[in-house]
């Protein structure tokens, strides 16, 4: 078995260490005997979302933006929305989660239209949401994810989109309702960094296995050695809890 | 002064320093409580001590404390009188309480130049005060997101900073395209500085932190890349490119694992050989940066040169310790761009080595530690059995050793230790040269432990 990875605009969505998501969905497939391509596409750089089977979209700065805004409008956009539609998987982390959404209005209340593959909308804020944090999330048994969050923008889910979990300390994704992140057919999205995939090594394995079954039916992911895992997992969870 | 500001000024200062001895005897190096409670009392306390003082300031993300102690070195060997904030204390508050211990009660330095490093956060605030003569800016690199946010605020805190600054100097590295833009929005005269040629046989594969023209956001093409961003950039569609520098490393012919050599080029063409005694192509910078900071001040440049063999490197920066027969070498890392150079570093020696990282997140680390999975530690893999194993340590020691396992470092090779005494111990048991790379706070930690257990000096000292 084999998952073909698309890492999206690998040299400009590249802040707070998100390639390391890749690096581990690569890392974990490949413990397993199975195969991983990683390729980056990137501005200027047309995406054919038929070769991929899974998608990463990571944060960015934001003096890039309007330049990865002037490429989504070139046609990327249209294939992304297919693509979710079509029920590929999709990691998508603060600034890609962002961009996956209808629209962004700074606080000053100039608008930003953006993809609209899901929905749900951001707004700016000036105070900033940043630290360790936590989130329950009901598709891994009661196991809670643990991250970094660092963002201004504060989202609002739309009736179709769930939440990917919901905020145990921290802000997540407006700092009002306790819901972080979005759930939508196969896709992911989240404000977490920190890395998020390798310390929550459960939450790497069901979007891997999201991937997998869509394109192999059912597919049983065997266990890992998560020693080392669990410790960094368990370490912040710790330190969240006591605070 | 009026006598109501003299006599503040008094209180203020005599405040300080029975702030500062009071934390001495307690056996605490804290440089910035003292600063504070001085500001307190007096508030443009920095703008009266500094006022008659010819002021030096070295700021920007990387290389501040090893490009401040060469020129140092310089000022010593020069014969001129100065004082330095060597303790890194690199805040408002922290070089208020320079400024204080090295002045009268009646606030007047007792010295002619300041070299002052300076936060690149704080500059804006500390040139307020101080009417430098010279500002060295080093580079902009991604640093520490949670507290200095994207390299574009970094780069408008270094503007404000040279606005505040009409009648400076700068010395601007020509080859970080960020730092170089600043030179068409200020009038100050400018002394670029460069690194003509590349500075590693090797190197690791990096993000680029400004891929696009500051200018017109198109990419940019490179000549030839130095390391991260920066090199001989150029703008196909604005035309934005490296300028010319006036002082310029035009030839490295060699670089190992204690030193590197390399020619200079003059404004007045001559060229000058020097021996930088720290090892890394990133030292190759720091130290043209200080000739270039020389050529501002007028400093003989063959005076500069023989400094730069001969300088005492920063707390960390490279630091060598040899306790019991054994050799450690201590490395700040802080961000991607600088550890990245340090793997650059290690990749280009030949012995074996023994690898520890110490991860921190407090306030002064950054509380964000996602940075190390930008860092290129796949580059350890590809040193093979020379890696004989990696340690690591800090409050965020399994972050670290995490990141090390999805670098493909075989798991048996790390280890993590708990505490400084246990870490130590399990290095000098190893005969391997040991190269130690903490983050701040774990460095004073560290440092501070070298120092009881083994009677190396302390930071403040």
Same mark, same amino acid.
């Given at each position: 078995?084999?998952?073909?990875?698309?890492?999206?605009?690998?040299?400009?969505?590249?802040?707070?260490g998100?390639r390391?998501?890749?690096?581990?969905?690569?890392?974990?497939?490949?413990?397993?005997?199975m195969?991983a391509?990683?390729?980056g596409?990137?501005?200027?750089?047309?995406?054919?979302a038929d070769?991929?089977?899974?998608?990463?979209?990571?944060?960015?700065?934001?003096?890039e933006?309007?330049?990865?805004?002037?490429?989504?409008?070139?046609?990327k956009?249209?294939?992304?929305r297919?693509?979710?539609?079509?029920g590929?998987t999709?990691?998508?982390?603060?600034?890609g989660?962002?961009?996956?959404?209808?629209?962004?209005?700074?606080?000053?209340?100039?608008?930003c239209?953006?993809?609209?593959?899901?929905?749900?909308?951001?707004?700016?804020?000036?105070?900033?949401?940043?630290?360790?944090?936590?989130?329950?999330c009901?598709?891994l /048994?009661g196991?809670?994810?643990?991250?970094f969050?660092n963002?201004?923008g504060?989202?609002?889910?739309?009736?179709?989109?769930?939440?990917?979990?919901?905020i145990?300390y921290?802000?997540?994704n /407006?700092?009002?309702?306790?819901?972080?992140?979005?759930?939508y057919? /196969?896709?992911?999205?989240?404000?977490?960094?920190?890395?998020?995939?390798?310390?929550?090594?459960?939450?790497?394995?069901?979007?891997?296995?999201?991937?997998?079954?869509?394109?192999y039916?059912?597919?049983?992911?065997?266990?890992?050695?998560?020693?080392?895992?669990?410790?960094?997992?368990?370490?912040m969870?710790?330190?969240?809890?006591?605070? | 002064m009026?006598?109501m500001?003299k006599l503040?000024?008094?209180?203020?200062?005599?405040?300080?320093?029975?702030?500062r001895?009071?934390?001495?005897?307690l056996?605490?190096?804290?440089?910035?409580?003292?600063?504070?409670?001085?500001?307190?009392?007096?508030?443009?306390?920095?703008?009266?001590?500094?006022k008659?003082?010819?002021?030096?300031?070295?700021?920007?993300?990387?290389?501040?404390?090893?490009?401040?102690r060469?020129?140092?070195?310089?000022?010593a060997?020069?014969?001129?009188?100065?004082?330095?904030n060597?303790s890194g204390?690199?805040?408002?508050?922290?070089?208020?309480?320079?400024?204080a211990?090295?002045?009268t009660?009646?606030?007047?330095?007792?010295?002619?130049?300041?070299?002052?490093?300076?936060?690149?956060a704080?500059?804006?605030?500390?040139?307020?005060?101080?009417?430098?003569?010279?500002?060295?800016?080093t580079?902009?690199?991604?640093?520490?997101?949670?507290?200095?946010g994207?390299?574009t605020?970094?780069?408008?805190n270094?503007r404000?900073?040279?606005?505040?600054?009409?009648?400076a100097?700068?010395?601007?590295?020509?080859?970080?395209?960020?730092?170089?833009?600043?030179?068409?929005?200020v009038?100050?005269?400018?002394?670029?500085?460069?690194?003509?040629?590349?500075?590693y046989?090797?190197?690791?594969?990096?993000?680029?932190?400004?891929p696009?023209?500051i200018?017109c956001?198109?990419?940019?093409?490179?000549?030839?890349?130095?390391?991260?961003?920066?090199?001989g950039?150029?703008?196909p569609?604005?035309?934005y490119s490296?300028?010319?520098?006036k002082v310029?490393?035009?030839?490295?012919?060699?670089?190992?694992?204690?030193?590197?050599?390399?020619?200079?080029?003059?404004?007045?063409?001559?060229?000058?050989d020097?021996?930088?005694?720290?090892?890394g192509?990133?030292?190759?910078?720091? $130290?043209?940066?200080?000739?270039?900071?020389?050529?501002?001040?007028?400093?003989?440049?063959?005076?500069?040169?023989?400094?730069?063999?001969?300088?005492e490197?920063?707390?960390?920066?490279?630091e060598?310790?040899?306790? =019991?027969?054994?050799?450690?070498?201590?490395?700040?890392?802080?961000n991607?761009?600088?550890?990245?150079q340090?793997?650059?570093?290690?990749?280009?020696? /030949?012995t074996n080595?023994?690898?520890? $990282?110490?991860?921190?997140?407090r =306030?002064?680390?950054?509380?964000d530690v996602s940075?190390i999975?930008?860092?290129?530690f796949?580059?350890?893999t590809?040193?093979?059995?020379?890696?004989t194993?990696?340690?690591?340590?800090?409050?965020?020691?399994?972050?670290m050793?995490?990141?090390?396992?999805?670098?493909?470092?075989?798991?048996?090779?790390?280890?993590?230790?708990r505490?400084?005494?246990?870490?130590i111990? =399990?290095?000098?048991?190893q005969?391997?040269?040991?190269y130690?790379?903490?983050?701040?706070?774990?460095?004073l930690?560290?440092?501070n432990?070298?120092?009881?257990?083994y009677?190396?000096k302390?930071?403040?000292?």
């Amino acid at each position: 078995m084999e998952l073909r990875i698309c890492h999206l605009y690998p040299d400009v969505l590249n802040l707070y260490g998100d390639r390391g998501n890749v690096m581990c969905l690569q890392h974990r497939l490949r413990w397993r005997g199975m195969e991983a391509t990683v390729t980056g596409v990137s501005v200027g750089q047309p995406l054919k979302a038929d070769d991929f089977d899974l998608f990463f979209i990571g944060g960015g700065q934001d003096f890039e933006q309007e330049v990865l805004l002037e490429d989504l409008a070139g046609g990327k956009a249209d294939e992304i929305r297919a693509a979710v539609e079509d029920g590929k998987t999709f990691l998508a982390i603060c600034g890609g989660y962002q961009m996956l959404g209808s629209y962004y209005k700074t606080w000053d209340g100039q608008q930003c239209d953006f993809i609209g593959a899901l929905d749900l909308y951001t707004e700016g804020e000036q105070e900033r949401l940043i630290g360790n944090f936590m989130f329950s999330c009901p598709e891994l /048994n009661g196991l809670n994810v643990v991250g970094f969050e660092n963002h201004s923008g504060r989202t609002y889910l739309g009736s179709g989109v769930k939440p990917l979990g919901t905020i145990l300390y921290g802000g997540g994704n /407006n700092g009002r309702d306790k819901t972080e992140g979005a759930r939508y057919r /196969n896709v992911f999205a989240t404000y977490s960094h920190g890395c998020l995939l390798p310390k929550n090594p459960e939450l790497a394995d069901l979007i891997l296995k999201n991937a997998l079954e869509r394109r192999y039916g059912t597919v049983s992911l065997e266990s890992l050695d998560d020693v080392l895992e669990r410790n960094a997992h368990d370490s912040m969870e710790r330190r969240l809890k006591q605070a | 002064m009026p006598n109501m500001m003299k006599l503040r000024v008094f209180c203020a200062l005599l405040a300080c320093r029975a702030a500062r001895l009071g934390l001495r005897l307690l056996g605490r190096g804290g440089t910035d409580f003292p600063g504070r409670v001085a500001l307190k009392l007096c508030p443009n306390l920095l703008g009266i001590l500094a006022k008659n003082v010819t002021t030096v300031i070295v700021t920007g993300t990387n290389g501040k404390t090893t490009t401040s102690r060469m020129i140092e070195q310089a000022l010593a060997d020069s014969g001129i009188s100065y004082f330095a904030n060597k303790s890194g204390a690199n805040l408002l508050s922290g070089v208020t309480a320079e400024f204080a211990m090295h002045s009268t009660l009646f606030g007047r330095c007792r010295y002619d130049y300041a070299l002052i490093e300076s936060d690149e956060a704080a500059f804006k605030a500390i040139s307020r005060f101080v009417d430098a003569k010279a500002i060295v800016l080093t580079n902009v690199f991604r640093d520490q997101l949670d507290r200095y946010g994207e390299v574009t605020h970094t780069l408008d805190n270094l503007r404000i900073g040279v606005e505040n600054s009409p009648n400076a100097v700068l010395c601007i590295n020509a080859d970080d395209s960020l730092c170089a833009s600043l030179a068409d929005e200020v009038s100050n005269e400018i002394c670029f500085y460069g690194v003509n040629v590349p500075v590693y046989a090797a190197r690791v594969q990096e993000v680029s932190d400004a891929p696009y023209c500051i200018r017109c956001k198109h990419e940019y093409t490179y000549d030839y890349v130095t390391y991260g961003h920066l090199g001989g950039y150029r703008c196909p569609n604005c035309g934005y490119s490296r300028p010319s520098p006036k002082v310029a490393v035009c030839e490295v012919s060699r670089s190992d694992a204690e030193s590197s050599q390399l020619r200079f080029r003059l404004p007045d063409g001559k060229e000058l050989d020097a021996l930088v005694n720290l090892p890394g192509g990133y030292n190759i910078y720091n $130290a043209c940066a200080c000739m270039a900071a020389g050529q501002v001040l007028g400093l003989n440049p063959e005076v500069t040169a023989l400094s730069l063999s001969r300088f005492e490197c920063g707390f960390g920066r490279m630091e060598q310790f040899e306790i =019991a027969g054994k050799k450690l070498r201590m490395i700040l890392i802080k961000n991607p761009a600088g550890c990245n150079q340090v793997l650059n570093f290690l990749r280009n020696t /030949n012995t074996n080595v023994l690898f520890t $990282a110490c991860l921190n997140d407090r =306030a002064q680390d950054g509380t964000d530690v996602s940075w190390i999975w930008d860092v290129d530690f796949e580059q350890l893999t590809e040193m093979g059995d020379r890696l004989t194993a990696v340690y690591v340590s800090g409050v965020r020691a399994d972050d670290m050793a995490l990141r090390f396992k999805y670098a493909d470092i075989p798991v048996e090779k790390i280890h993590v230790f708990r505490d400084n005494k246990s870490l130590i111990d =399990a290095i000098l048991a190893q005969n391997e040269p040991a190269y130690i790379m903490p983050t701040y706070t774990a460095m004073l930690n560290l440092r501070n432990y070298l120092s009881k257990t083994y009677g190396f000096k302390q930071f403040w000292e």
